[in-house]
């Protein structure tokens, strides 16, 4: 491992234009080292520096599969666990009030199972 590398990555890892702060939220999240996290994405450990170091995949939902694709195709990873882990760290860092490259119009939305009163038809 390059320890320069391991350094600059450390440094991003609260920054939510890279990779590494929603990485790095999803391993807090789910109890994972830094070797588990490597073997959960599929990926041998001296390979989560150069992933921190990607830019955040945009978050709107064409783009989001073809910028998790081809990062995953580049470091010859399984897109799908990319995703789940890249989408859950994103949904962290918003409850934490970090910007994710939001929707200015907000970013939550709640499901209901009936009408409230009042509500249009």
């Not at 073809?66 to 799908?80: C, G, K, M, W, Y």
């Not at 490259?101 to 009042?118: H, M, N, S, T, V």
């Amino acid at each position: 491992m390059n320890p320069h590398l391991d350094r600059l990555a450390a440094r991003v890892t609260t920054d939510p234009h890279f990779l590494a702060a929603a990485l790095t939220e999803f391993a807090a999240s789910e109890g994972l080292a830094r070797s588990a996290l490597a073997a959960r994405l599929g990926c041998p450990p001296a390979t989560l520096p150069l992933l921190y170091l990607c830019r955040m995949p945009r978050a709107e939902a064409p783009y989001f599969w073809q910028d998790v694709e081809r990062i995953a195709t580049h470091f010859s990873l399984p897109a799908e666990s990319l995703a789940e882990a890249v989408r859950r760290g994103q949904s962290l860092l918003q409850v934490r009030g970090l910007q994710v490259q939001a929707d200015p119009a907000g970013w939550l939305l709640a499901a209901r199972d009936r009408k409230a009163e009042g509500d249009p038809p």
